[in-house]
């Protein structure tokens, strides 16, 4: 009974770790890792101050379960700065919002797209020519697959330190170099991966510390950018997707099976003991 009680165990525990694919995209339960490859514009300014806008395109390579094939996992951010302190040193704390008037819907921050062209390339030089074609090979117009943002829950934040350079010598650093980092905690507002999330401890949210997203990543120098971009980045985000209905499912089955054995066993012993009486 023991054996056979872990061997169940064992197996349940396997199908709580199972892994989700679609579109190309692995989810691993529980938590599921995204890593990207970024490049950033600043719109109609030099050095980033309050009320200026960053845009950026990104492309996520893999997650902790696999690289991404055969589609293309791409992605567009837009934000605007809210605040700029100085941070005692060389640089300077952002805190970032959505942007009025910017790409996307109210709130939206951050979207992702399922791109079947598979035509975006950020590493070197890149292969788009301009925002607006590096916008286009991001997938920008098509349907979302995913978008984050402020719905305005307390636990949701964007912040950043970055050096205090222009956007000219940001460019001219090597793209080893890094200039910056920032973390953001945001909610999904629209889901069309077929999968469903569930929220994430957050430490350092202000609410409950719950949050459907995460993520944190470095800006690095520009280097061979010519195409308008200023900056290079990486970033990894974590995402919580919950068992399909079918795996929970599945999962009542083993669990009702695991009493039903046990039940058939011990009965089995009881009737076995009174016969010898």
């Known amino acids: 009974m023991v054996t056979t009680f872990r061997s169940t165990i064992l197996a349940i525990s396997l199908l709580l770790s199972s892994s989700l694919v679609t579109a190309g995209v692995i989810y691993t339960q529980p938590v599921t890792s995204l890593n990207d490859d970024s490049i950033t514009h600043l719109i109609n300014s030099v050095i980033l101050n309050p009320g200026d806008r960053l845009q950026g395109v990104f492309e996520i390579s893999s997650t902790n379960g696999g690289a991404i094939a055969p589609t293309e996992l791409t992605g567009i951010y837009d934000i605007t700065v809210l605040s700029k302190v100085s941070d005692g040193g060389t640089g300077f704390d952002y805190t970032f919002g959505p942007s009025s008037g910017g790409l996307f819907s109210s709130g939206t921050m951050i979207r992702f797209y399922e ?3 598979n035509d975006l390339d950020l590493t070197g030089s890149t292969n788009c020519s301009s925002p607006t074609d590096c916008l ?3 997938g920008f117009g098509g349907t979302g697959y995913l978008s984050l ?12 330190n970055l050096v205090d350079l222009t956007t000219a ?5 090597p793209s080893t170099t890094v200039v910056g980092s920032f973390s953001n905690a945001l909610s999904i507002l629209e889901n069309n991966t077929g999968v469903s999330f569930g929220s994430l401890d957050c430490p350092l949210c202000t609410g409950d510390g719950e949050i459907d997203w995460l993520a944190s990543g470095t800006f690095l120098g ?18 919580a997707p919950i068992p399909e209905p079918g795996s929970m499912s599945l999962l009542l089955a083993a669990l009702l099976g695991l009493f039903a054995v046990g039940f058939c066993r011990t009965q089995e012993s009881i009737t076995g003991k009174n016969s010898a009486v």
Request: glycine share 18%; charged share 20%; no cysteine.
């Open 115 to 117: 791109d079947v062209s």
């Open 136 to 138: 286009s090979k991001a």
């Open 222 to 239: 520009g280097g061979s950018l010519t195409n308008g971009f200023f900056a290079r980045g990486d970033m990894t985000g974590f995402l």
């Open 149 to 160: 943002g402020f719905s305005g829950d307390t636990d949701e934040f964007w912040a950043a």
């Open 169 to 173: 010598e940001i460019l001219a650093l």
